[in-house]
């Protein structure tokens, strides 16, 4: 990502780099719709598991509560807002137009959720794309729901060369060894690192793991003895 900074030092590559991102999808997919989803911290979370997430640098979104009108989630259609606590990436794309999604106390990833089953698409109208690269939206995928994911990966040939890669059921499948409506399951048993959540001792075991793919999806607790 390029390096820029703001006149008074701050850092704003990342700023231009999902600028460039959101018009290349824009311009590229000409979508319905552009969906944004924003964190609102997790403090729910916290308090089932006070070591969620205790890995991260502080600093970032999630650490930021901003009421809401209703106490519900705002919606912004096209409007440019400016926040003053929230993070220059989310000033700029609440500039976008589009639906801004953001609940208090909720991540962006219950957002997309909430969205995705509060909006089935009709397979004539097209596919709910989620763009993003982080893997645990992966859980949403859905070919039934037309539902698909899809991230931008590095490819050889060159600097700075990228593709956009989609996610369906198979991708997943292949990826975990579950499907998708499996990934949290699975992810309860082995833990996530990136969210500094341990799972079951021993449960990382290859033969473990083995048996998780193995096992029939529908009863995958009874696995762990």
């Avoid at 198979?170 to 959540?197: C, M, Q, R, T, Y």
Wanted: glycine share 8%.
């Amino acid at each position: 990502m390029e390096r820029f900074e703001t006149r008074d030092g701050r850092k704003s590559g990342h700023v231009y780099g999902s600028f460039k991102n959101v018009k290349a999808l824009a311009m590229g997919f000409r979508p319905k719709n552009l969906v944004f989803v924003y964190d609102r911290g997790a403090s729910w979370r916290k308090a089932l598991l006070p070591t969620y997430k205790a890995n991260r640098r502080a600093g970032g979104a999630a650490d930021i509560t901003v009421p809401l009108p209703d106490g519900q989630y705002d919606v912004y259609e096209g409007q440019p807002v400016d926040w003053t606590p929230a993070p220059d990436v989310e000033r700029l794309l609440r500039s976008f137009p589009g639906i801004h999604l953001a609940c208090e106390d909720m991540e962006a990833d219950d957002m997309a959720a909430w969205f995705v089953q509060n909006h089935p698409v009709d397979k004539r109208e097209g596919a709910i794309v989620l763009y993003t690269g982080d893997r645990d939206y992966w859980q949403l995928v859905s070919n039934d729901n037309n539902v698909a994911a899809m991230m931008t990966k590095k490819t050889k040939g060159g600097p700075r060369k990228t593709t956009n890669v989609w996610i369906w059921d198979e991708h997943v499948e292949e990826s975990f060894g579950v499907p998708p409506n499996a990934l949290a399951k699975l992810k309860a048993f082995l833990g996530d690192e990136s969210d500094n959540i341990r799972g079951l001792e021993g449960a990382a075991r290859p033969g473990k793991k083995k048996a998780l793919r193995d096992f029939p999806r529908s009863n995958m607790s009874d696995v762990y003895i």
